[in-house]
């Protein structure tokens, strides 16, 4: 499966902004799929996960009632809904998903990765 993140920009501290990832190549509904950011001198860190049915979804507590993650299974994407934006936000973020069901914030449970989409939040 291919993945494409896009929705990245520079807003100010406040703002939201929504990411989308787009799958394609075989459907992205047999996938569990997460969002994670990484940035300069960080390691990659969990942001949002989504399990393939959907009834499911899970936010660390740095972005829990700012973050939402949702998917669209008749476009083959998965959105991550961002409010409230923190300079401390700024990072580049990837969609991912994982065959079998993952430990959700590990990354190296997810075994496609989109190209990442930089996120810059300015106080």
């Known amino acids: 499966v291919q993945l494409q993140a896009s929705g990245g920009g520079l807003v100010q501290a406040g703002d939201s902004l929504e990411l989308s990832c787009a799958a394609s190549?075989?459907?992205?509904?047999?996938?569990?799929m997460g969002w994670f950011r990484q940035a300069p001198g960080k390691e990659r860190e969990f942001v949002a996960a989504?399990?393939?049915?959907?009834?499911?979804?899970y936010h660390p507590d740095s972005v829990k009632g700012r973050f939402s993650i949702s998917r669209d299974y008749a476009k083959n994407m998965v959105s991550l809904q961002m409010n409230n934006l923190k300079p401390g936000d700024t990072a580049v973020y990837y969609c991912?998903?994982?065959?079998?069901?993952?430990?959700?914030?590990?990354?190296?449970?997810?075994?496609?990765w989109g190209q990442g989409t930089l996120v810059t939040v300015s106080s």
């Open positions: 190549g075989r459907t992205g509904s047999t996938y569990d």
């Open positions: 989504i399990t393939r049915s959907g009834i499911r979804t």
């Open positions: 991912a998903a994982a065959v079998t069901a993952p430990t959700v914030w590990d990354p190296n449970g997810y075994d496609y």
